[in-house]
């Protein structure tokens, strides 16, 4: 396990899951600290073509990644196409590259709104509200390929 995540690493403590109006948390049992906010939910169906993403395009998949980190509650980030090359590390043609592939196997769609570059992920891919939240925040459905 990585260091970087001492919740998972911490195998004698228990938690327990909370919810409030801002999605769920853990909950330590015996100090009743608050950890882990921004959990993110994968359907389990879609992880074959994430497997065969990394695999065939792995620069796409960590382009995918980085929208993961940055989306909002409903699967959507607004951010240039300079930002996004910025921020992720990835050159400017791969990320158009990684971008073309994303959309043509329907994980993202981007659309142009109010002068803004909107990226929205596929809410079949991945969510972050609860369950039983999730289509009626989600932006963009659609099945992947």
């Known amino acids: ?20 109006e801002s999605g769920q948390f853990l909950i330590d049992k015996e100090s009743g600290e608050v950890k882990g906010f921004n959990f993110t939910k994968v359907d389990m169906s879609v992880i074959p073509s994430l497997y065969r993403l990394i695999s065939d395009h792995p620069k ?5 990644f980085y929208l993961w980190v940055n989306m909002d509650r409903a699967n959507h980030f607004v951010a240039s196409q300079s930002r996004v090359v910025s921020e992720s590390g990835l050159s400017k043609s791969t990320v ?17 709104e109010h002068g803004e570059t909107h990226w929205y992920l596929n809410e079949r891919v991945s969510w972050r509200k609860r369950e039983g939240d999730k289509l009626s925040v989600a932006r963009f459905d659609s099945g992947v390929l």
């Open 1 to 20: 396990m990585s260091s970087r995540n001492p919740i998972l690493m911490d195998k004698k403590k228990q938690y327990v899951v909370g919810n409030n």
């Open 60 to 64: 796409a998949a960590e382009l995918l």
């Open 96 to 112: 158009i590259r990684s971008k073309r592939v994303l959309e043509s196997r329907n994980y993202i769609e981007i659309r142009r």
